[in-house]
């Protein structure tokens, strides 16, 4: 039902930013850098994006990547671009990321973020690579406003439990951005209820006997077509899914690790609310 891949950043920050001006002609190949250098980045300062901004159903800011030239994160096209810095995800292309490191290009890999505080800490970081510290500063202090809002908003509400599957029965456990997200909303986690650490693989008859109240569902849950996926498609799954309550999040708002996560985090606590009344 619900996969995520989230996409952040976690790294020592360049000793030669943090001495010189910042770069002057940026490059993102990564969706969820793209976001964060979207949000910050100076006028003219950023030069393309990757292709995946552009669509609406990946991309929260996909009217302002718009504004940008696409790449699809081939080696050529972005040295053709006379980056001084390309921004990479650690599952973007190697073999490109290989390449322009071999051609003297400054390349930061951003680690995958699993909490909110790391999303935080992207922030900060992004902001100190691109030379907009201020403005970073002030993101994550309307993130975590925001954050606190929900938390209030919804405070009285009953804590109702929500699990997500992917394929094979795979359900995401503690120590994920997953996790943190359902938590803020004021719910309840099913699957760190049932011992998961980062994730693991949950019997069907586990959950046909134990099933989350809530059930998370994802918009490309329906339209993968893969092996994997057919445990979906189990008669006694379908009834579990059928007869539970389901929220779907649009992908856009929690794909990344970025501000963007607290519309998931409003939906959730929103929905679960509205079905209590």
């Given at each position: 039902?619900k996969i995520?891949?989230?996409?952040?950043?976690?790294?020592?920050?360049?000793l030669?930013?943090a001495?010189s001006?910042?770069?002057?002609r940026?490059?993102?190949?990564?969706l969820?850098t793209?976001?964060?250098?979207?949000?910050?980045?100076?006028?003219?300062?950023?030069?393309?994006?990757?292709?995946?901004s552009?669509?609406?159903k990946?991309?929260?800011l996909y009217?302002?990547a718009?504004?940008y030239p696409?790449?699809?994160?081939v080696?050529e096209?972005i040295?053709?671009?006379k980056a001084?810095?390309?921004l990479?995800g650690a599952f973007s292309?190697?073999?490109?990321?290989?390449?322009l490191?071999?051609?003297n290009?400054?390349?930061?890999?951003?680690?995958?973020?699993y909490?909110?505080?790391?999303?935080?800490?992207?922030?900060?970081?992004?902001?100190?690579v691109?030379?907009a510290?201020?403005?970073?500063?002030?993101l994550v202090?309307?993130?975590?406003?925001k954050?606190?809002a929900?938390?209030k908003q919804y405070?009285?509400?009953?804590?109702?439990e929500?699990g997500s599957f992917?394929a094979?029965?795979?359900?995401?456990?503690?120590?994920?951005?997953?996790?943190?997200?359902?938590?803020?909303?004021?719910?309840?986690?099913?699957?760190?209820?049932h011992?998961?650490?980062g994730?693991?693989?949950?019997?069907?008859?586990?959950?046909?006997?134990?099933?989350?109240?809530?059930?998370?569902?994802d918009?490309?849950?329906?339209?993968?077509?893969a092996?994997?996926?057919e445990?979906?498609?189990h008669?006694a799954l379908?009834?579990?899914?059928?007869?539970?309550?389901?929220?779907?999040?649009?992908?856009?708002?929690?794909?990344?690790?970025?501000?963007?996560?607290?519309e998931?985090?409003?939906?959730?606590?929103l929905?679960?609310k509205?079905?209590?009344?």
């Open positions: 039902m995520i891949f989230f996409l952040g950043l976690s790294f020592l920050l360049p030669c930013f001495k001006n910042p770069p002057q940026v490059v993102s190949m990564n969820c793209d976001q964060l250098a979207l949000l910050l980045a100076k006028p003219g300062q950023l030069i393309s994006v990757s292709y995946l552009h669509v609406p990946h991309s929260s009217q302002l718009r504004q696409a790449n699809k994160g080696a096209e040295f053709a671009l001084d810095l390309v990479a292309r190697r073999e490109t990321v290989t390449m490191k071999r051609l290009h400054h390349v930061e890999v951003f680690q995958p973020s909490s909110l505080a790391d999303i935080r800490k992207n922030i900060i970081l992004m902001g100190k691109l030379g510290e201020s403005k970073s500063q002030s202090d309307a993130f975590d406003a954050i606190v929900i938390k405070a009285d509400s009953p804590k109702r929500i992917g094979n029965n795979y359900v995401r456990g503690s120590n994920t951005l997953e996790q943190d997200v359902i938590e803020a909303a004021g719910l309840l986690h099913y699957g760190s209820r011992g998961l650490v994730g693991g693989y949950v019997s069907l008859e586990t959950i046909v006997a134990d099933p989350p109240e809530y059930l998370l569902l918009e490309h849950w329906s339209d993968s077509p092996l994997a996926y445990n979906l498609q008669p379908q009834r579990v899914i059928q007869q539970n309550k389901q929220i779907t999040l649009p992908q856009k708002h929690w794909i990344c690790g970025t501000p963007f996560i607290t998931a985090i409003q939906q959730l606590a929905e679960t509205i079905n209590d009344t």
